[in-house]
Nanobody, 123 residues
Framework: QVQVVESGGGLVQAGGSLRLSCTAS????????MGWFRQAPGKEREGVSA????????AYADSVKGRFTISRDNAKNILYLQMNSLKPEDTAMYYC????????????????WGQGTQVTVSS
């Protein structure tokens, strides 16, 4: 059974940093591209960042470029999202997802999803 679990969310002041982690079990982690998505209340889910199976290729939403960094440790089956210079508009539930076909910021191809971790940025 595949399990995807996010952690690391919390409350932070604007300008602060958080690092999200995502562990995936029940699958061969380095067979999967991984992505981070977020959804704020009343808004659609949006792709934040994605990384290919090797970690060599990444993609970012324009809204987070230069502030967020995605990375992965295939030996430990962990995905990370380092978030710096956080803004109140980054407040959302953040989800991790696994895609066996390709890395992308589009959510429709992702096979497995976590339950999310809440990030709240106060002004």
């Amino acid at each position: 059974q595949v399990q995807v679990v996010e952690s690391g969310g919390g409350l932070v002041q604007a300008g602060g940093s958080l690092r999200l982690s995502c562990t995936a079990s029940g699958l061969t982690f380095d067979d999967y591209a991984m992505g981070w998505f977020r959804q704020a209340p009343g808004k659609e889910r949006e792709g934040v960042s994605a990384i290919d199976w090797s970690g060599d290729r990444t993609a970012y939403a324009d809204s987070v470029k230069g502030r967020f960094t995605i990375s992965r440790d295939n030996a430990k089956n962990i995905l990370y999202l380092q978030m710096n210079s956080l803004k109140p508009e980054d407040t959302a539930m953040y989800y991790c997802a696994a895609d066996q076909t390709r890395y992308s910021l589009g959510s429709s191809n992702y096979n497995y999803w976590g339950q999310g971790t809440q990030v709240t940025v106060s002004s």
